[in-house]
């Protein structure tokens, strides 16, 4: 076998939906809302703001850490056109159901201790959608960028056929530590993720956000697997320095482990159903194999790195070095049966959530809605809007009549 054959695929291209395109819209096609998982200061939101007001779709903007309420709520009364229901989350939040099987510590751990709110925030906007009743909403990233109003609505022309669509981002990549450091010595892809993200919220085979790194792979795996995900366009991603802390790699390994695992596994099988092809996934020699796929692939690219120094700046050398090799060292730390444990938590998870959310009330009012979801820190503001708070003092804060 070859030095290239056993490393990872850079392309996971061939499971994206490859058909005809849609060429009218339905009566259903209009978004109900965007959805933005916020924790970078309100200046950030300002191009997603813009969108809203273009095409008229109202936000929901989730806020936490540098995200604050009071701020994004002045930014939203100050464009025209611009509606918004802002919403505080507590860093200790947990929707009111069963905390997931995949939040065990135990894979806290493999992830290196890794603590965010990203896939908490995304669930929520999932909750909130269905208790209003809603049919389709839009995930987008507080460091997205280019995002163009012609692209999300031929977005929304997709979900009126597909369960999720989505799109990727080039400039800057969306990819792991590693998957960085191998576009610097060879060919990457980047696939589609949830930085930008259309969802039918009515799909009988909704998914959650697991905690986890690459976390929006798992939720669209069924869809993937069936090559049901539609690329629309691509968007840029605010740029950073992915090798500043080496330790960033470690809390990616285990999930950027178990997505390309998962993935690799869909590919094995193209034909088969998403059930036969999670019993792949659900072996332990399986998982065996594909550990030793993953290390070849991250000791080949620290291979490449090393045999091309003299063409990094040095700082930045050893800043690349480092990564690779805190990956590297995690990669050896997991076991394939914590792997198996994983998937089979995650496939027991989605199947209670699946059932909580047939039995969840709808056609709730935002007010109703949130207070089901124990979300006590929101203001509705925007053109045309009174602004409602659950906040006293944010009533008239920054408010443009």
């Known amino acids: 076998m070859s030095r290239r054959a056993r490393q990872i695929k850079a392309s996971h291209a061939g499971l994206l939906f490859d058909g005809p395109v849609p060429m009218a819209a339905s009566a259903n096609t209009r978004l109900d809302a965007i959805v933005v998982p916020a924790a970078r200061p309100a200046s950030e939101l300002q191009s997603v703001i813009n969108l809203s007001a273009e095409l008229r779709v109202p936000l929901v903007i989730l806020c936490s850490r540098s995200a604050q309420v009071a701020q994004v709520v002045r930014r939203v009364n100050a464009k025209f056109r611009a509606q918004a229901l802002v919403i505080g989350i507590p860093d200790d939040y947990r929707p009111p159901c069963p905390a997931p099987q995949t939040s065990a510590e135990k894979f806290r751990q493999a992830s290196a201790g890794r603590v965010s709110d990203l896939s908490a925030k995304r669930n929520i906007g999932l909750l909130l959608g269905r208790l209003c009743g809603w049919n389709k909403i839009l995930f987008v990233d507080d460091d997205i960028r280019q995002l163009k109003a012609r692209d999300v609505q031929r977005l929304n022309v997709y979900l009126d056929r597909h369960p999720v669509a ?178 089979k938590c995650w496939q027991e998870d989605e199947e209670l959530w699946q059932k909580m959310l047939s039995n969840l009330p709808t056609n709730l009012s935002k007010q109703e809605a949130l207070s089901y979801l124990q979300l006590a820190n929101w203001t509705s503001c925007g053109y045309g809007l009174p602004t409602e708070s659950a906040e006293p003092g944010l009533e008239t804060a920054g408010a443009v009549s």
Not at 272 to 300: G, H, N, P
Not at 305 to 328: C, G, M, P, Q, W
């Open 166 to 343: 989505s799109m990727a981002s080039w400039d800057f990549p969306d990819n792991s530590v590693v998957c960085h450091a191998r576009r610097l010595v060879s060919a990457q892809d980047v696939f589609v993720s949830g930085a930008v993200l259309g969802v039918d919220l009515q799909r009988p085979e909704l998914s959650f956000f697991a905690d986890i790194y690459n976390e929006d792979w798992f939720f669209f795996a069924r869809h993937a697997a069936r090559r049901a995900i539609p690329k629309i366009g691509e968007v840029r991603q605010l740029e950073y320095d992915p090798f500043a802390d080496p330790d960033r790699a470690a809390r990616e390994e285990f999930g950027d482990l178990l997505a390309e695992g998962l993935f690799a596994a869909f590919e094995v099988q193209p034909d088969a159903t998403f059930e036969d092809q999670l019993r792949i996934a659900m072996q332990t020699s399986y998982w065996d194999y594909f550990k030793t796929v993953r290390l070849t692939t991250i000791t080949d690219t620290l291979a490449d790195v090393r045999a091309a120094k003299s063409s990094f700046d040095v700082t930045e050398y050893h800043r690349i070095e480092n990564s690779l090799e805190t990956a590297l060292k995690w990669a050896l730390s997991i076991s394939p049966e914590l792997c198996v444990e994983f998937i």
